[in-house]
């Protein structure tokens, strides 16, 4: 746990707390890119270059804009008058604090599996932990995608080809019943 | 020889340049003071490189268009960029009363950061990469999307409904060219067999009776280095694409509420956007920083990267004294209608090639399927259009 | 289709590109201030008016007549006539500005002032570099700003300048016939009338009344011959008006010697 990472994860939470707790729904939306950054830095912390580099392809490229978008075409742009909390609160945090239960169970379970740390920080790499997971390439996670991982990667790109189509049919069908 | 030392000094002589002010400095500082040096140097000099380009353009574009360009501060007009830098920095930084102030605000840092950044993975010579990366592209092209985030929050925060709709047409057309741009440098990757940018000019610095391996020189090579061109012009909106930067000069556009310097970090931003992107082509497909022929190898490597560079840019600024603006609708047909289905068959086409091995089949099979579908598509998106005798409807 | 008249549309542009370098038609910039297009004949910017000769106020061609400033579309002109007549270049009187003030702030260019004017008297100038720091006073151009020569109305718009002297000088030419055809036709009538005096003189010795009947007729003869004369001579030359007065003196020179004759009696 190093200064770094510290950092890091005060970014994301304070971009996720932001995203939820600001009044104007774009700034939410841009609160939650800083998150979407701060999560792609945790990935390059820790040396996996394919899913940081792809985290900020991917989220802040593709789905900020999405989000954004979305907010714009439809009236979310607006503030909201009753301000941002909602009144079934104790509902809320009731479902919130059991889907972080799970998560920290997972996480807490796995933590015998992962590999050890090394020797400590040396003088050469200072406030730098060394990491002890194996260098990935992305020559790798091709193979891997390609040889194991093969149905999965073949179903989502199933699944993403339907959304597709799916948008486009919607869309035309909004301008035949627009002509 | 003895002039082997000093062209291998000569092609070196930024990186021994930079060891030795690094030298200076205690060990445990050496690393951290050389990239920030490599760091100081790119801030440094791409700037200036802008600096000349936008004067550069003006005169080229003076001349296509028949007249001289800016010829009166300094000699042929050189130090325009310092009058309009003045005159950027000294005018008055008006915000609207209305508009989105910290957004407004940080819309230009976020362009100019994001831009920047991808200069770090380009190589610009033999050993002269800031970061050599293992997923080089993939990290360009993550700091290419973020620049469409910028665009979008200029627009938005201007509180301008055609700052707004300006904006949304240039984050469309620019995420609509990004997919074109990924499946172009794709087949590079698919080629090279790596996404690290200094793998795959390698692959391309080895000679065959003197010519390079340059992937341009190939059918699906060309074809890629087209599409990628198409794409990079849109990217950047430069003319032809150029509808959200030619609204600001006829209606509005995502910059329209900008004035002074901000303005100017936009203007920097889009040609800074087009030197990075220009190298990455001039990587992917010229082949970097090798020279062309194997006898001209003694030139240093920086400066074959940065003529490909430059004629890059004097091949965009012909294009933008050539053609006329296209409209948002024939853009975005044209990307997802031909360029995209282009770019998809190219996939197959460089497949194809790889997998027919060596010989005369694959340099004719591959062009012919090319040159069928470039027909094809051409024919079919001609029918789509209707050219004909121009009807009139009169107010009856 | 395939992209092609894009490939002509670059060769085009780098035919221009490089041919600018070479061919003075593919690079038509004039360097403006170092370097000036040559003045054309149609150029107009503002009004002037011309006088002729040397003096500015005694050759002046205005007669004040105002049609212009009735006939400028955003009444710019403010004319002021004089009270006195000076002579004009066929020798009638005439008035003349005694104040004529153009506003070039307002001025058109539309050049209406120019076609209607019936004495050429006001031309289109050429000169624009008019800027001045007086916002007010500084673009109202007065008399003396306004008057130029004959001499510089041919530097400026050399053919129009021809065409208008030549029918000024065909015009002062037939004024001059006339008044020499007026003052011939009085000198004779005056001659007839000195000639039927003398003949009425002598017959006068028996008939007074008819002798002064004849004269009179006579003088009155000499007298219309005088008046068609100057009717003749429409814009006047100084010649024609002295053969009128030759006339008119010949006439009261040939009355004169009737009393005489009278006197005699």
Redesign the interface.
Same mark, same amino acid.
């Given at each position: 746990m190093s200064l770094i990472f510290y950092l890091l994860a005060a970014l994301t939470v304070a971009g996720a707390l932001a995203a939820m707790l600001l009044k104007n729904t774009v700034h939410c939306a841009l609160a939650l890119t800083v998150a979407f950054a701060g999560l792609a830095l945790l990935f390059l912390n820790l040396d996996a270059q394919f899913a940081g580099f792809a985290q900020i392809l991917v989220y802040i490229g593709a789905v900020a804009i999405l989000v954004v978008f979305a907010i714009l075409l439809t009236r979310g742009s607006e503030t909201p008058q009753g301000g941002v909390f909602s009144r079934s609160w104790l509902a809320g945090l009731t479902a919130a604090a059991a889907v972080f239960a799970v998560f920290a169970w997972a996480v807490a379970a796995s933590a015998p599996r992962l590999p050890r740390a090394a020797a400590p920080a040396t003088a050469a790499t200072p406030a730098s932990t060394v990491s002890p997971a194996p260098a990935v390439t992305v020559e790798q996670i091709g193979r891997a995608l390609t040889g194991r991982y093969v149905l999965p990667l073949e179903i989502v790109a199933v699944l993403l080809t339907v959304a597709l189509i799916g948008a486009v049919i919607v869309a035309m069908h909004e301008k035949v019943e627009a002509k | 020889m003895i002039a082997r030392p000093l062209i291998e000094t000569s092609d070196q002589v930024f990186v021994l340049l930079k060891e030795w002010l690094v030298g200076f400095l205690p060990a445990?500082w050496q690393p951290a003071a050389g990239v920030v040096l490599c760091v100081a140097a790119i801030v440094g000099l791409f700037p200036v490189l802008f600096a000349l380009t936008t004067v550069l353009e003006r005169k080229?574009l003076g /001349? *296509?268009? $028949? /007249? *001289?360009g800016p $010829?009166r501060v300094g000699p042929l007009g050189l130090l325009q960029p310092l009058a309009d830098g003045i005159k950027s920095l000294t005018k008055e930084d008006i915000v609207p009363a209305s508009a989105?102030r910290v #957004?407004h605000f940080l819309a230009p840092l976020v362009l100019v950061v994001a831009v920047f950044m991808g200069f770090a993975v380009v190589p610009m010579g033999r050993n002269m990469v800031l970061v050599d #990366?293992?997923?080089g592209l +993939?990290?360009y %092209?993550?700091?290419?999307?973020?620049t469409? +985030?910028a665009i %979008? @929050?200029a627009g938005?925060s201007s509180r301008n409904k055609y700052s !707004?709709l300006g904006a @949304?047409r240039a #984050?469309a057309q620019m *995420?609509s060219y990004?997919v074109a741009l990924l499946l172009s440098s794709v087949v590079v990757v698919m080629m090279a067999?790596? !996404?690290s940018l200094t793998k795959i000019v390698a692959a391309q610095n080895q000679y065959t009776w003197g010519l390079p391996h340059w992937y341009i020189f190939t059918p699906w090579g060309l074809a890629g280095f087209l599409m990628y061109a198409i794409a990079t012009t849109a990217e950047t909106n430069r003319s032809p694409f150029d509808l959200p930067e030619g609204e600001s000069e006829l209606v509005a556009g995502y910059h329209t509420e900008y004035s002074g310097f901000k303005f100017a970090l936009f203007f920097l931003g889009e040609y800074l956007a087009m030197f990075s992107i220009s190298g990455l082509g001039a990587t992917l497909f010229l082949g970097g920083w090798s020279a062309p022929f194997s006898f001209l190898t003694w030139i240093p490597s920086w400066i074959w990267f940065f003529s490909k560079l430059m004629l890059s840019i004097f091949v965009f600024i012909? +294009?933008r004294?050539? +053609?006329p603006r296209l409209r948002q609708d024939q853009l975005m047909n044209f990307a997802w209608k031909f360029v995209l289905p282009m770019t998809l068959l190219n996939l197959l086409v460089a497949a194809l090639w790889r997998f027919l091995g060596e010989g005369w089949e694959r340099w004719v099979f591959c062009t012919v399927i090319l040159v069928v579908a470039? #027909?094809v598509m051409?024919?079919m998106e @001609?029918r789509r259009e209707h050219f004909g005798p121009r009807s009139y409807r009169y107010a009856e | 289709m395939f992209g092609e008249g894009i490939l002509k549309g670059l060769a085009e542009t780098a035919r221009n590109f490089f041919g600018s370098f070479v061919s003075p038609e593919r690079l038509t910039t004039v360097e403006y201030p170092e370097r000036r297009i040559a003045p054309f004949e149609a150029a107009r910017v503002f009004p002037f008016l011309v006088y002729d000769g040397e003096d500015p106020l005694a050759g002046l061609r205005c007669v004040a007549c105002q049609i212009c400033e009735k006939e400028c579309p955003p009444q710019c002109i403010f004319i002021v006539k004089s009270s006195d007549k000076k002579p004009d270049f066929v020798g009638k009187p005439q008035n003349y500005p005694v104040r004529f003030e153009i506003d070039i702030s307002v001025c058109m260019s539309c050049q209406i002032c120019v076609e209607v004017c019936p004495f050429d008297a006001i031309k289109m100038n050429t000169e624009f570099e008019l800027s001045t720091g007086d916002r007010f006073g500084g673009l109202l151009l007065n008399l003396d700003q306004l008057v130029k020569p004959n001499e510089y109305y041919h530097r400026i718009h050399p053919a129009g300048a021809a065409e208008v002297d030549a029918r000024l000088a065909g015009e002062k030419a037939k004024a001059e016939e006339k008044a020499k055809a007026a003052a011939e036709a009085a000198r004779a009538a005056a001659e007839a009338a000195q000639a039927k005096a003398a003949s009425e003189a002598a017959a006068a010795n028996t008939t007074g009344e008819a002798g002064a009947a004849k004269t009179t007729e006579g003088v009155g003869a000499a007298k219309a011959a005088e008046e068609t004369g100057v009717a003749k001579a429409a814009t006047g030359e100084a010649e024609a008006k002295a053969a009128s007065d030759a006339a008119k003196a010949a006439a009261e020179v040939a009355s004169q010697k009737q009393p005489d004759q009278e006197g005699r009696r």
């Open positions: - | 445990s080229g /001349r *296509i268009q $028949n /007249r *001289i $010829n989105d #957004v #990366v293992d997923a +993939l990290f %092209f993550a700091m290419g999307t973020s469409e +985030l %979008f @929050m938005w !707004l @949304m #984050v *995420i990004e067999g790596s !996404l012909w +294009l004294g050539t +053609l470039y #027909v051409g024919r @001609m | -």
